[in-house]
Nanobody, 123 residues
Framework: QVQLVESGGGLVQAGGSLRLSCAASGRTFSKNAMGWFRQAPGKERELVAAVRWSGGLTYYADSVKGRFTISRDNAKNTVYLQMNSLKPEDTAAYYC????????????????WGQGTQVTVSS
């Protein structure tokens, strides 16, 4: 069993910043990549950013490029999402995910999921 626990969501004004954290624990597994998804009410789930666990190669959705930064701490088994210049359209539930299989960073196929954390950006 692998657990992913997100933290750091909340309410922020437009233009503000938040940092999300996702800690992985449980049965040791070989992580190929970890990613952050988001889903707003009435919309499809969207891959926001992903990071290759070995080497740190990253992927970003066009909607967040230049504003969001994904990073990982191998020693802490934790991945972060720094979100700057937040916009009301960034409002969504954000989910952390991890996978062991090899796939492109833009792939949305993940094995393990966190419970989600809400991010609300007011205008």
């Amino acid at each position: 069993q692998v657990q992913l626990v997100e933290s750091g969501g909340g309410l922020v004004q437009a233009g503000g910043s938040l940092r999300l954290s996702c800690a992985a624990s449980g049965r040791t597994f070989s992580k190929n990549a970890m990613g952050w998804f988001r889903q707003a009410p009435g919309k499809e789930r969207e891959l926001v950013a992903a990071v290759r666990w070995s080497g740190g190669l990253t992927y970003y959705a066009d909607s967040v490029k230049g504003r969001f930064t994904i990073s990982r701490d191998n020693a802490k088994n934790t991945v972060y999402l720094q979100m700057n210049s937040l916009k009301p359209e960034d409002t969504a539930a954000y989910y952390c995910a991890a996978r062991s299989k090899i796939a492109s960073l833009s792939s949305e196929s993940y094995d393990y999921w966190g419970q989600g954390t809400q991010v609300t950006v007011s205008s």
